[in-house]
Structures are given as C-alpha cells and as structure tokens.
C-alpha cells in the first residue's frame, strides 16, 4: 500500500515516479485527486490525513476506513472511493457534512476514533445525473458551480455522470461539414434552458438561437468538467447522435422519408425530424458526431443515445411485424453509427420510456429493438425505479423484461421532476427497492445504480440515503440511518427532532408525486395533473415539532435553512387553504369573500417570499443572475433570463406551470400577481401578462426578515389554528 500524508510525501511520491516506480504513479494518480478534493473542502488539515490505495474485491471498488490515537486513515481502490471514505467518516465520526444548501461542518482539534470499517460496492458504476438536469437546474453554472457539484458526486461515490455540455458546438461542426449554413444550424437550436428537449429530439428552436459566443463558452467548460471527472477516475456519458436532424437538412434531401414526430403539445414546426435507420446517413452521421467530439475532448467510452423519448414510432396500427422490424433496424443503426467512431464505444440509453409507455413498448418491442446490438455494448439506464408504484401503477420495468434480456443495466430513480422543491419521495422504497433487485433471480447483468434527478438542489435527505445505497447489496435501516443523518445535518437529534422526521417519513417522504404543486401556483385547480401532496396534518406537526428544536440547534445553519424551509411549506398550506376558498367563493359568485381568502392567502405568501430570502437556494435572484452572466451585450443577457424564467413558468407547449419553483421573488413577483390578476377583471390577459413578465427584465425587490428564524417561528403559531 502507498500512503500519501502530507505535501512532502506528495513530492517523495513525484521523485519515485521519475526513477521509475509504476506503482508508486499509479497509486499517486489515485490518491493526489482524492487529497485535493479533500483539501477544497477542509483547507490545510486534508495534510493531517493518511490516504492509502488497495485493491479492489472481486473486481468492486471498496474503501477502508479507520482513525486511532489522532491517527485518520482512508484506504480506498480508486478516488471516487476514498472521496466517499472521506465523505463517510466527516457523517459519522464527525457529525459533519456539507451539501448544496450549505454545511454544518465540526471538525474536532484531535480526529476522532474509528473502528476499522471497511465496505465494497456491488456496482461496477454509481450513476449520476439525468439529461433534463441541464435545463431545470445546470443550464447556466460556470465551471464554479460545477467543479462544487463534481466535488459533490465524488464526496458520495458517483463514477459515471453524464456529460452533456456542448452538445450543440460538436453538433454544429457535423452539420456544416454535411453542408448547411451556419444560421440554418444555430435556427435549428433551443434556448440554452430548453436544449436537454433538443438533445433527446422532443424540441428544436424554442427560444433560439444559440450565438457563437455560447458555442465558443461551452466548449472551454465542457473541457473543464471532464479534465475533473477523468481526474478523479469517472466515466462520462458523452452525447451520441440519436437521429434527428434540422430541417434545412431534410429539405436538402427530399429523397429521404423522413420520419416528422410529435412531443408537448408544440406546433409541428418545433417537432423533430428524424432519419429513417436504413439510410446511409446514419451511419455517417452518427460517426461523425463520436469523431467530432472526440476530436475536441479525446476518447470516450461511454455515449447517450435516445431516439424515441416519450415520443411513438409512426408505425400502422396493428402492424406488430412492421414495428417490430423498424425498431431492430433503429437499434442497429445506433450502435452502429457510435461503433464507427469508436469501436470501443457502448452504447449508453435511458430507459425512462420504456416503462412511462408501457403500452408501447410490451417484451417484443423492446426485444427488438435490443436484439441487434452486441450484450457487452449495451447500458441501458433502467431511469424511474419510483414511478411504477406511484404514477404508472405498473410491476417495474426491470422485472417486466427480465431484466432486459441479457443487456447490461444499471437501476435508478427519479426522485424529482422538473427542479420543483416540495418534500417529496419513497425513503423506505429508496432504502430497499434496489437491494431487492441485486438479490432477485430476475436482475439479469445489473452492474449499477443511479439516481437521475431532473433538477437538484432540493430533498437533500433523498440523495444522501441514496448515494449510501449506492455502496450496499443490503437495505438500509431508516430507524438507524436517519438520526444519524440528523446529527451530521443539524449537530444532535433530539427527541422533538427525531418525531419530527418519523411524522416527514409518514407523510411527504412516503409518497412521490410527479407535479407537487400548490394551487396558486397554477392559479386554477389542476385538474390534468396532480398538484396536492401528502403536505397533511401529520406532516404539519412534525414542522411544528422541528422548529420546537430551534433553542438548541439555531447556531447550525443547515438546521436555520432547513426550518425556514419547512416552515415555508407549513405557511404556503395555510396560503393554498385560503386560495382554494377563494376560488371556491367567487365560484359561487361571492365577491366578498373571494376578496378576503384572496387577501390572506397573498398576506401569507408575502411572508414566505420574505423567509426564502435568507434561503441559500430557494431564491429567483440565483437563477437570474446566472443566466445573465452568460450574456455578452445588454440583448443577450435580457434573451437569457427570458429563456431562464420561461422554463420555470410557461415552459412552451402543454408543460405550463411543469417546473413551479418555490422560490423568493417568484412567488412576490410572479405568483401573486397572477393571481390577483385572475381575481380581477383583467383574468382573460393572464396569457399576455405572463409573456410580458417573462421578457421584461426582472430587478429583485424582495427582502429578508431580521431575525428570519424567529420569524419563522411566530408566523407558524399564527397560522397554526387557520
């Protein structure tokens, strides 16, 4: 074993790798990443701590963990796993940890003891991310945000997130080299907040173009993002060609019988054109898009290709034989066309739509589409593991096809649509579902798992239970793990505390809605999809119970944050209580008293908008002024907070109100006002007002409490009998 303990060692190390010692440079090319990361969380003391490289078992990464007399010692087999030894004992031994919405980190003078623990994954991969992440959350980070989040990801063993940035410049490269104008290839692009739906062919142009600058921008990040992941020995998802084209390329070749698909509920002129399988095309283009992208960011092994996201094939009714042989043809096609560029390649695809179309696609389809493709170059993302249960009412999908027919295959979850924030999720499904599919006779070659949110930076509970799942074959004991994921979180778990998340676990964390979202948040009752939770009076006690807790722990922040949070919640049930009688009133034709639940409704929210505003996330300024940033000129900013603020309100399409966020200055700013708008006799320009918010630049005006906390505290009692 080599041991790395301070930056002396390090250049013993770098002497030893210059005379020639294999071993020593490969165990430095494990253990420095790991230190550094650990050093931009803790400073100076990542140098007290002894980091030491050992084998893998059976193949599976695994870390050891042990501190005696003062002494920290992390053993791992790569530095995903001595990032997550590290990330293990700050919980653990230190009651510590840090996450998106801050840290609570108390680090003794002296390491404290630990038993010598050691544990090996049972995954070849621990899988991160989702494509739609990059338009509900990432759209518009700098290398600063995200070299916090691949900190975050290798802190709780990821080693394959994807990799998504920049797309569009490689795309632009294949394109002119097959001919089209440059304005016709930036046309053919969405809005920088819209482009996953580009990149899995549900959408083209909305919100477009993109500028040069962009392009140019995406690039020098993209280089950024990958040069950390390989560093720290992930591997990412590249994009691959999936076959969708822009429209100037099938007018160029009206020869082709184009495939014209539909998605969202846009005009057929934002709908994606794809090319059939059997043309020579997708094989050159395909090829080209790998080599382009390789050319500019080196080898790659994995790569994403998604052809048929929620959207259906243009096959005859009832002709199963046709569909059967479009769909063989379309897998070959795309392994083929990746394969061209890289023979190494496998080919990576998300699984999401095979379970949300069920109907579709029944075990002859999917053996199809499947039954071309090498096993040993397949992956296939088995994306929503959660839904079954709660939303499709299925048998999960893995188990529905055997564990897909001998294909290669990692289980995930979606524990988030859209980026919306409200407490929600399974907790005692995430700690067992997967642990049930490694021992079932019907997992087939599963070789990892995943959780794929399409937006971050909410239920921070869900991710760090399953970043933990990620590293066991067994299920995890919430009666155990979840006090101790309060004392990291908020420095003790009292009594109060602890009944506190018993009442969450009973209420919102067993649940998973797809659309969690308040009534004034849509301004009339959602009747398409559902918009109430599992936010009851069970849940309502337990907030109570949580901010009973604030004497003692008001001195952590993350427990400041988290109250705030919570609190926020409890207020905006009284807000929606009111509302709905609102609604209930005028319908009724009672002004009166419409006016009055009218008022207090906005009253409360007026409080909520002021309590997010000391939270570190839950605030539209954010998500502005990143978007902002990226502009060059005053037009191109104002273009970028328009496109940022249209995916969180209209969206486009029949996806309006689809990313409701629960974040000051848009609850002030936008939501209320709709709502006083629809109560008044202006309710037929809701549509007009709404466009008009979105492209007029916004300036924050909402403020802060002095004593939030406090505050939060006196209005929950003031609410508390409404």
Aim: charged share 25%.
């Amino acid at each position: 074993m080599k041991s790395f303990t301070s930056p002396c060692f390090y250049l013993l190390f770098l002497i030893l790798c210059l005379c020639g010692c294999s071993s020593s440079g490969q165990s430095n090319a494990v253990i420095q990443p790991a230190f550094e990361l650990i050093e931009r969380q803790i400073g100076e003391r990542a140098s007290e701590i002894k980091l030491e490289v050992i084998a893998p078992e059976n193949g599976k990464e695994t870390f050891e963990i042990e501190a005696r007399q003062g002494v920290l010692t992390l053993r791992g087999s790569s530095t995903v796993a001595l990032c997550y030894a590290f990330h293990i004992y700050l919980r653990e031994a230190c009651q510590s940890m840090k996450t998106w919405s801050g840290e609570h980190m108390a680090l003794p003078a002296v390491w404290p003891d630990y038993a010598l623990k050691r544990q090996t994954t049972p995954y070849q991969f621990r899988y991160f991310l989702n494509v739609c992440t990059c338009g509900y959350t990432a759209p518009y980070w700098d290398w600063d945000r995200w070299e916090k989040e691949i900190d975050w990801m290798a802190l709780r063993g990821v080693n394959m997130p994807l990799a998504t940035v920049a797309s569009e410049a490689i795309a632009e490269r294949v394109w002119l080299k097959m001919g089209l104008k440059e304005e016709d290839i930036r046309a053919f692009f969405t809005g920088p907040a819209h482009l996953p739906w580009h990149r899995m062919g549900n959408l083209n142009s909305w919100d477009g173009p993109l500028s040069e600058g962009w392009q140019e921008a995406q690039i020098k990040l993209q280089h950024k993002i990958l040069k950390r992941m390989r560093e720290l020995g992930m591997e990412p998802v590249a994009p691959a060609f999936a076959g969708f084209v822009p429209m100037a390329f099938a007018e160029q070749h009206p020869e082709i019988a184009f495939k014209h698909l539909e998605w969202g509920g846009f005009d057929e002129k934002y709908n994606a054109y794809v090319l059939p399988p059997d043309t020579p095309y997708f094989n050159e283009i395909g090829k080209m898009f790998v080599e382009e992208w390789e050319k500019e960011f080196g080898k790659n092994t994995y790569y994403l290709s998604d052809s048929f996201n929620e959207m259906r094939l243009p096959v005859a009714e009832g002709d199963e034989a046709g569909k059967h042989r479009l769909l063989a043809q379309y897998g070959e096609s795309i392994y083929r066309s990746i394969a061209a560029g890289n023979p190494d390649a496998v080919w990576v695809t998300q699984g999401w739509t095979f379970g949300y179309q069920h109907d579709f696609w029944d075990r002859p389809s999917l053996q199809a589409l499947l039954s071309r493709v090498p096993d040993d170059k397949m992956i296939i993302i088995d994306l929503g593991n959660d839904y079954p249960k709660w939303v499709w009412g299925t048998e999960q999908t893995w188990k529905n096809h055997d564990g897909f027919y001998g294909k290669k295959w990692i289980f995930s979850y979606v524990p988030n649509f859209g980026g919306k924030t409200p407490m929600t999720g399974d907790l005692q499904m995430y700690a067992t579902s997967s642990a049930e599919a490694l021992h079932s006779g019907k997992a087939g070659n599963l070789i990892g798992f995943g959780s794929a949110p399409e937006g971050l930076e909410n239920n921070e509970v869900v991710y760090e239970l399953l970043a933990d799942m990620g590293w066991t074959a067994d299920s995890i004991d919430l009666d155990t793990w979840l006090p101790d994921y309060c004392r990291a979180r908020y420095g003790s778990c009292p009594a109060a505390m602890d009944s506190a998340w018993h009442r969450f676990r009973e209420s919102v964390y067993s649940s998973l809605y797809s659309y969690p979202r308040f009534t004034w948040q849509t301004v009339v009752p959602d009747t398409r999809r559902m918009s109430r939770h599992d936010m009851n009076e069970n849940f309502l006690q337990g907030v109570e119970q949580f901010l009973s807790c604030a004497d003692s722990l008001k001195s952590s922040p993350l427990y400041v944050n988290d109250a705030l949070e919570y609190a926020s919640y409890y207020l905006a049930v009284k807000a929606d209580d009111h509302y709905r009688q609102a609604l209930h009133a005028d319908s009724l034709g009672n002004q009166v008293e419409a006016t009055q639940q009218l008022n207090r409704s906005v009253e409360i929210l007026l409080t909520v908008d002021k309590l997010l505003a000391s939270h570190p996330l839950y605030r539209l300024d954010e998500w502005v002024d990143r978007a902002r940033e990226w502009g060059e000129t005053d037009k191109e900013k104002d273009a970028y907070e328009a496109n940022a603020k249209r995916l969180i309100t209209t969206w486009g399409g029949f996806q309006e109100d689809y990313a409701a966020r629960f974040w000051s200055g848009l609850i002030k700013d936008y939501y209320i006002p709709r709502m006083k708008l629809y109560f008044s006799e202006q309710r037929a320009d809701l549509d007009r007002w709404e466009e008009n918010w979105i492209k007029t630049p916004w300036h924050n005006t909402s403020t802060a409490f002095d004593d939030p906390l406090q505050s939060a505290i006196e209005w929950v009692v003031r609410c508390k009998e409404e």
